[in-house]
């Protein structure tokens, strides 16, 4: 599942943890926010300084001074006790910020504190807490502050009270679930195994943890209580000794400033209060895409306009038939075939290439493996051909024709025909491969129905029992929804689905990973044996060589987004070309010969943004010499149809050794 | 041969079973999940023993028991010949520090927030064990150790700063620490490349063989166990099926299981395609259904009616080499088959 | 139930075993002799045990707890102190059907907009929707409730000539029903739109977020890769699985909700809960406000109940969960 996400989504940047601060200044929102809050918090700090009127003191209330329009003298106007409006909103500033400050910090305390224990103690204890906290969940927050405040009477430090210790209950509870996932991570259970106690694991992995999700909910919590302070002045549970926007509001309300037409008495106080709030908003917003970015994948963006750079169908056509890539003694015509296939991502950084100039042929019948370490560019090369690339990838140039039809520039509609009923997937991880809503035998007949709607919904069902009976599903478990089935039955299940429409070619993105070895062979055999009965061409995605040598007759290997090798399976085991084929096959572990010692391939693959000048496996090569480093080598083409990029088979080089 | 640093004496580990509101009420009888099912093995200073089996088999609840993080509802764990049942709070922590551990998912165990140093030190910190100038000493050779060379370039890094490899590396710093007796590592190549799995488990092997640390290495793949491991465990549904030295285990597998397991083996060679392989039907039984007689006798091959009743019992076969089917010693499986 | 008997036993407390003691404020005037007050305390049980009554040759239950319980078990709730006659069950009863005209349309008129637009920012992400989708949303979001409906009522009243208050027009005689119903409606249209523009703020973000996650599904990749329309894999495959979280939201904000209304319905002066509500605090009317506040509590707490049935409904994995 990792490994999916890792080579099929754009590379992290490596820089992803930044400072949160820093992080904030970097989005507008984040600015703008600090911007707005700062100028507030400054309006309230230096009021005396600022206000043009003392709001506090009560002179004797002239008739002529009573809501008088915006003037030189008031710049606000006057309200209905003939007050500055100005002043009573800059002082107005000092309640709302200060009941928002200090009840966040009452919320966050007793939230994050409750939720801890719950989360970490569980058990009775956290069970009843739990309850506790669901009770008040549910409990209408604002008719609960109405009654308490109209009990206690309403003061400034019942008012924060209430707001505070209402507001907790959300945050308990996710810093309960947070808390509950992190006591079951490895490095939890690793301390706990050193023997360390609860108070350090709380402190050292626990709180640095769940700290980001305090942050970002300190503010939401801040403009919260703004919010629900201004709300209940309004109501007239305002602290009758101080000014406050929304008591401001209030009086304009209940004194008929409204049917004065004296707009300047209320829309002040509350533009103010939006003012406020929407600055913590946006300041909320940047921590909340900070803390959890959703650049991630997006399946339904609309498909980017096609971006080769070789458009002209001519040239595509003509490369196709001057350079069959399995040399003139080939087969005639491929099923598939790829030709310098090229692939990139967009980064905010600039473009980054995870597939470059890969070139294949699939014939009938034929099984390619294409194989490679993590993060080499299998499953974007094979999303790439079906137009699956997330909408951050595209195909930069190449072409790839199926029984000579251009796939990438079919149009949409044909696009889609073509899908499922030509070519279809076995993804990786079918757990989140299958929706969890909808029962398996249904997914599969909607496959089945959406490409021949003459097939009638009773009809499609049966198919669908059928062909989940075929892969050793029994079709009663055909109404069931897939988190019933266990692993292997739910790759069976891809399996099935991937038949539905009878396709010509099948590509499986390593369709055994994270199953049990005899899992494995029982989807492995499965998998050979339709592909067979079938007659369908399989291309298989895969990290194994075990997997390759038992299944393909072709293999392709991958490195750094480009072609190593690809030779027949039988060559390609017995006299690997490439350094990095042979490197791959000593570190792999071989049951023929269990005693051979095993090499690991020193270092790691280069990142897709640090691919190194010349040849890719250079860095790790214990061959590479100087040329390597600057040049990157073609593919050679060598006896018996296969292929190799690597310097040391350039005749040239082999002749000056 | 050295005594046995850890004996496991007949391990059992059985965690209650679900039961809805209904079940108790219609008294359905409570069926426990029998996870590990008498389980016994010895380990010496300086060996590799590994622990094969699938998923369900057991073997990760094992692991969880010699590391104290579970208590056995049977049988016991003797470190250096004491039952650590039996230890008061401050043994059972010193005893910690002589079992170590390694994660299967290096992603997962390290805490992403803390510092390469930070990570190999918690265990020093913890136990209160070292002088700052000493910890950072200490850090610094556990971290060579490692082989994460020169130990100043990793020791202020982040996790995500690290590939899969150097990863699993500092959690073994981490693990060394302490100079452990014992390390438990928890399927720690199955997670990474199949390009650097051999030195990871290079590593260990050079740890065990040089520092004499005694490793349980618990994992699902045989291939990896081929060239790392002195002797082998298989476990099946909560049983150890078949145990013996490696070579021996390997030639010559006694237990039906651990042939069919030993066939399914990937092998380097396209033209050995068509070789034998005796790919078992179905999945791996629920561990709280465990069928009567052999727990293995519905999907086993050669099983024969007494099977269905007799639940067999590990007996010799060979030098220090036993399995536990009634077949084994009664001549060659195959005539039964 | 548990959690309603709770919320019974909850306003009970908090009514009687407050600092201030409103039961007794209520009865408490100072220009009553000792004699009539203690007569008014008897009347109301205010001189029995709190809890439990634990005076000899007296029943352990004869105590204001289980009187409470008792009475309102029957339905009563007392006689307001506002309206000395009216029985405050009676005034609930009129004032929930009125807060109920306004909720319900809100409620839906805004959940369907603000679903409709939130989808729409998803699916068009880093559009001028989605920016737009996410400012309004925000901008919403920053508005408080009542000065929104000030804003609007100022507009509604000034440029389109619609009733700023009550629930109909003073002192109108109607000829049908319908100019009746007409005139309701009037009424109607501004508060149901303020409460209907908060709701909608509120869903439009949490549909987006929603449905984003449910776009970076695997299965919807699956969905595409079948050959399925945009319209079928968002009708058949992300709706539905994207609808799942907003269920449980829905009930759980009912609160926010309510919250809302009592906002409005003081800015529109409609006769509903909310407005009671305030204009007992403002009376010190305690068993009305002790009414208010068990209905509104009961009626959000059975509309989490309810949502956690449908959830179960909805979702296969819960309630396979719950079945083992």
Not at chain 1, 379 to 397: C, F, N
Request: glycine share 8%.
């Amino acid at each position: 599942m990792t490994i999916v996400v890792e080579s099929a989504a754009p590379p992290r940047a490596t820089t992803v943890r930044r400072g949160l601060v820093r992080g904030v200044l970097r989005r507008p929102a984040g600015i703008a926010g600090l911007i707005m809050l700062g100028l507030t918090v400054a309006m309230a700090v230096f009021a005396p300084w600022i206000a043009p009127y003392d709001p506090y003191e009560t002179p004797p209330v002239r008739i002529e001074d009573i809501y008088q329009p915006p003037s030189a003298e008031h710049p606000l106007g006057t309200d209905d006790g003939g007050k500055d409006v100005l002043s009573q909103l800059i002082y107005g500033a000092r309640v709302s910020l200060l009941v928002g400050f200090v009840a966040a910090i009452l919320s966050l305390g007793v939230g994050s504190a409750i939720g801890l224990i719950a989360g970490y103690r569980g058990g009775r204890l956290g069970g009843t807490l739990m309850r506790i906290t669901d009770f008040v969940l549910v409990i209408p927050a604002l008719a609960l502050q109405i009654v308490l405040v109209a009990i206690l009477g309403p003061s400034l430090t019942t008012i924060i009270l209430v707001i505070g210790l209402l507001g907790w209950t959300y945050l308990a509870r996710l810093v309960r679930s947070e808390t509950l996932s992190l006591r079951e991570r490895r490095f939890v259970t690793r301390a706990r195994a050193v023997g360390a106690g609860d108070g350090y694991i709380i402190r050292h992995h626990i709180l640095p943890l769940v700290m980001p999700l305090l942050v970002a909910y300190s503010v939401l919590f801040i403009s919260l209580a703004i919010l629900e302070e201004s709300t209940l002045a309004f109501i007239g549970l305002g602290d009758p000794t101080l000014i406050s926007w929304g008591k401001m509001l209030n009086f304009a309300f209940t004194r008929g400033a409204v049917s004065a037409g004296a707009w300047w008495a209320f829309l002040p106080p509350g533009l103010a209060i939006v003012w406020v709030v929407l600055s913590l908003a946006l300041l909320g917003n940047a921590i909340e895409e900070l803390l959890n970015p959703r650049l991630k994948r997006h399946y339904l963006e609309r498909d980017r306009a096609d971006r080769r750079e070789v458009v002209d169908r001519g040239l595509v056509a003509g490369v196709l038939r001057k350079i069959p890539v399995g040399g003139p003694g080939a087969a005639p015509e491929p099923i598939l075939a790829v030709r310098g296939l090229t692939v990139a991502y967009d980064t905010p950084d600039g473009p980054l290439t995870a597939v470059r100039d890969l070139s294949f042929d699939l014939h009938r019948g034929q099984t390619v493996g294409l194989v490679g370490e993590s993060g080499c560019g299998k499953t974007t090369a094979m999303l790439a051909i079906q137009r699956l690339l997330p909408p951050e990838g595209h195909v930069t140039a190449g072409a790839v024709m199926f029984e000579g039809t251009d796939v990438l520039s079919l149009p949409e509609d044909e696009m889609r025909a073509f899908r499922w009923t030509k070519m279809a997937m076995v993804f990786q991880g079918a757990m989140n491969a299958l929706n969890p809503v909808r029962p398996v035998g249904q997914q599969v007949a909607e496959a089945i129905r959406v490409h021949d709607r003459t097939i009638s919904g009773q009809l499609a069902d049966r198919r669908a029992a059928e062909l989940l009976e075929r892969v050793g599903i029994g079709a009663r478990r055909a109404e069931e929804y897939p988190h019933t089935y266990s692993g292997g039955m739910r790759q069976r299940a891809m399996i099935a689905l991937a038949l539905a429409c009878q396709p010509r070619v099948i590509v499986a993105d390593e369709p055994t990973t994270a199953l049990d070895v005899m899992i494995q062979a029982q989807i492995l055999e499965l998998l050979a044996g339709l592909t067979e009965e079938l007659e369908m061409s399989t291309i298989l995605i895969t990290h194994d060589l075990g997997v390759v040598a038992q299944v393909c007759d072709e293999v392709v290997v991958m490195y750094g987004g480009r072609l190593a090798e690809q030779a027949a399976a039988g060559p390609l085991f017995h006299d690997p070309r490439h350094p990095y084929t042979t490197a791959l096959l000593q570190a792999f572990p071989d049951a023929g010969s269990p005693d051979r010692a095993l090499h690991a391939i020193p270092g790691t693959p280069p990142q897709l943004d640090a691919m190194p000048a010349g040849c890719p496996f250079a860095p790790r090569c214990p061959h590479a010499f100087a040329r390597c480093g600057v040049e990157v080598p073609p593919a050679y083409e060598l006896d018996g149809d296969r292929r190799a990029t690597c310097f040391l088979l350039d005749p040239a080089e082999v002749r000056s050794r | 041969m050295t005594p046995p640093i850890l004996v496991i004496d007949r391990l059992k580990m059985h965690f209650p079973g679900r039961r809805s509101l209904t079940d108790s009420l219609r008294r359905v009888p409570d069926n426990p999940v029998r996870a590990v099912d008498g389980v016994s093995f010895d380990l010496a200073p300086g060996e590799v023993l590994a622990l094969v089996g699938e998923s369900g088999s057991g073997k990760t609840t094992t692991g969880n028991l010699l590391l104290g993080l579970l208590e056995p509802t049977g049988g016991q764990v003797l470190l250096n010949g004491e039952p650590i049942a039996g230890f008061s709070r401050r043994e059972l922590t010193a005893a910690r520090k002589r079992v170590q551990m390694i994660f299967q998912d290096p992603y997962e165990s390290l805490n992403p927030r803390q510092r390469v140093g930070d990570i190999v030190a918690e265990p020093l910190r913890i136990h209160h064990a070292a002088s700052p100038a000493d910890i950072r000493r200490r850090v610094h050779a556990a971290l060579g150790l490692a082989g994460l060379n020169p130990p100043d370039a990793y020791e202020g890094r982040l996790p995500f700063e690290l590939s899969g490899g150097q990863r699993q590396r500092v959690a073994i710093a981490a693990a060394l620490i302490l100079e452990p007796q014992v390390l438990v590592a928890d399927e720690p190549v199955s997670m990474l490349d199949v390009s650097i799995r051999a030195e990871i488990l290079n590593l260990i092997r050079r740890l065990a063989t040089e520092r004499s640390i005694a490793v349980l290495m618990i994992t699902h793949d045989l291939a990896t166990v081929f060239a790392y491991a002195d002797r082998v465990a298989v476990m099946y549904l909560g049983r150890i099926v078949e145990a013996g030295p490696t070579g021996q285990v390997l030639a010559d597998p006694q237990h039906p299981y651990t042939r069919a397991l030993l066939s399914v083996l990937p092998v380097a060679d396209p033209d050995a395609r068509d070789r034998a392989s005796q790919i078992l039907v179905g999945e791996t039984p629920d561990p709280s259904r465990i069928p009567s007689g052999c727990r293995f006798h519905p999907r086993c091959p050669v099983a024969v009616e007494a099977c269905r009743t007799t639940d067999p019992a590990l007996v010799q076969v060979g030098p220090a080499h036993e399995a536990a089917c009634i077949l084994v010693g009664s001549g060659p499986i195959e005539a039964t088959a | 139930m548990v959690t309603i008997f709770v919320v019974i036993t909850f306003n009970f407390f908090l009514f009687r075993v407050l600092p201030g003691d409103p039961a007794k404020a209520g009865v408490h005037d100072p220009r009553m002799s000792p004699e009539t007050e203690a007569a008014l305390r008897e009347r109301f049980g205010l001189d029995k045990p709190v809890f439990l009554n634990f005076e000899e040759g007296e029943s352990l239950f004869d105590s204001q707890y289980f009187i409470y319980l008792g009475q309102l078990a029957q339905g009563d709730l007392g006689v307001s102190y506002q309206y000395r006659s009216t029985p405050v069950s009676e005034l609930l009863t009129v004032a929930l059907g009125n807060t109920l005209w306004l909720v319900l349309p809100a409620q839906v008129i805004g959940v369907m907009m603000g679903v409709g637009l939130g989808l729409a920012a998803a699916w068009r992400r880093k559009s001028a929707i989605d920016y737009g989708a996410v400012a309004v949303a925000l901008l919403l979001w920053s508005l408080p409730t009542f000065f929104l409906g000030l804003i609007l009522l100022l507009f509604g009243a000034g440029a389109l000539g619609l009733p700023t208050g009550g629930r109909a027009t003073v002192g109108a005689e109607f000829d049908s029903a319908w100019e009746a119903f007409a005139d309701l409606v009037a009424h109607l249209i501004l508060p149901t739109l303020t409460l209907a523009l908060v709701i909608f703020g509120e869903y439009v973000v949490i549909m987006r977020s929603s449905v984003l996650d449910v776009f970076s599904e695997d299965y919807i990749l699956t969905a595409k890769a079948k050959g399925l329309t945009t319209w079928r894999i968002i009708r058949e495959h992300a709706l539905r699985n994207a609808m799942l979280p907003l269920v449980t939201l829905i009930a759980l904000d009912f609160g926010f909700v309510v919250a809302g209304a009592i906002q409005t319905e003081v800015v529109f002066s409609w006769p509903g809960l909310g407005l009671l509500t305030v204009t007992a605090v403002g009376q010190k009317d305690y068993p009305v406000l002790q009414g208010t506040f068990l209905l509104i509590a009961v009626v959000v707490v059975a509309a989490n109940l309810l949502a956690d049935l449908a959830y179960g409904f909805l979702d296969p994995r819960v309630s396979e969960a719950q079945h083992a």
